[in-house]
């Protein structure tokens, strides 16, 4: 794993491998390990967004509460910036809800790890409007950087 490694770097080279990251050119994989929601963690501690110490002191679901997705914009086609945090919710589901966190990397596309049918791993740059076509019955909500 690189991914202890890589939070040391200097600023120019954590943003330089989250540019890799981002791209596709490296898996978030060989970085770090944990669930959907970890792995968006370590994204957003390699961009400078969550320190180490919460990063380590946090793990799986967790991660629900500091994410706080009902806070964010709810999606309905449009552009993610790029760097945000996109959570997936269940409608009439269990509370809160979200069963899927994932990295926006440009346009409607994200990356992620583990997901039934959004995205099958880090290198599988999954566009949402394809993905979530005619589905209803899950609500989609991003954090801006």
Not at 45 to 71: P, V
Not at 78 to 96: L, Q
Not at 132 to 142: C, N, P, S
Request: include cysteine; proline fraction near 2%.
């Amino acid at each position: 794993m690189f991914g202890a490694a890589a939070l040391e770097a200097a600023r120019d080279d954590r943003l330089r491998m989250l540019g890799y990251l981002m791209n596709g050119s490296e898996r978030v994989e060989d970085y770090a390990t944990g669930v959907c929601y970890d792995i968006v963690a370590f994204i957003l501690a390699l961009d400078g967004r969550i320190d180490r110490k919460t990063l380590e002191g946090t793990g799986g679901q967790d991660w629900l509460k500091y994410f706080d997705f009902d806070s964010g914009t709810k999606w309905s086609g449009e552009a993610i910036p790029t760097g945000s945090a996109v959570g997936f919710k269940r409608i009439g589901d269990y509370e809160p809800g979200y069963f899927h966190a994932t990295v926006a990397v440009g346009g409607t596309f994200v990356r992620g790890v583990n997901a039934n049918g959004i995205t099958y791993g880090w290198l599988d740059k999954a566009d949402l409007t394809e993905r979530l076509a005619g589905r209803r019955d899950i609500e989609v909500r991003y954090l801006t950087p």
